[in-house]
């Protein structure tokens, strides 16, 4: 049991905690319950999460499915919105680029990654673009094709929340009212998720490389 165990640290010395007791857990195959408020230890540590809020359970379940749910929109505040999967590094790419395979096709990111390296990805739902088509010529490396699986927000305020599926990933993407009207999108639609390299949050071993 493990009460916020890096309160006391600074983002460093946090990130070689984490990976060591990561390997712990992995090596000795013991159940961790982690009490946090730093949602970075959730993607780096969590395979499953429990959510409450005033003491009550808001949201119960393996961390990609709660945190791909497009209902809980008080995120937003706490943490920002956005899906949290894993991935495996490929290869390196281009221009300082590496690439990741994960249960829906790959990505590029702008990250010092070892090719055969196991991390967690995390795409902000705010840096999420939807096209009808794939476009050309533009800056965004990952274009994802996909198909709308849930939509929060329909009929009031002037957000949305869309839910993707990618392969076995539920991507979300936060966008207008007006962008969900333009573009038709309803539940069944397919779909293009267009996410930025430098957007994409990877959290695993390759991070001491970097501190």
Do not use: Y
Not at 177 to 204: R, T
């Amino acid at each position: 049991l493990l009460d916020e165990p890096f309160a006391a640290v600074d983002r460093a010395v946090r990130r070689r905690l984490q990976n060591e007791i990561d390997s712990i857990r992995r090596s000795l195959g013991v159940p961790l319950v982690l009490v946090t408020h730093d949602f970075d230890d959730v993607v780096r540590l969590a395979t499953h999460v429990l959510l409450l809020e005033r003491g009550r359970s808001v949201a119960c379940g393996p961390l990609g499915e709660v945190m791909s749910r497009p209902d809980l929109t008080w995120l937003r505040e706490a943490v920002g919105l956005g899906a949290v999967f894993e991935a495996t590094a490929t290869r390196a790419a281009a221009n300082g680029l590496v690439e990741l395979a994960f249960d829906g096709g790959t990505l590029l990111v702008a990250e010092a990654v070892t090719p055969g390296t196991a991390v967690r990805v995390r795409v902000p739902a705010r840096d999420v673009i939807l096209a009808n088509r794939a476009p050309e010529d533009v800056s965004v490396h990952n274009v994802l094709a996909g198909t709308v699986t849930a939509i929060h927000g329909e009929g009031g305020g002037r957000h949305a929340v869309v839910q993707v599926a990618v392969g076995a990933i539920r991507l979300l993407a936060e966008v207008t009212q007006d962008a969900v009207i333009g573009l038709g999108i309803a539940p069944g639609q397919s779909i293009h998720a267009l996410v930025k390299s430098a957007s994409l949050d990877v959290a695993g071993p390759r991070a001491d490389l970097n501190t």
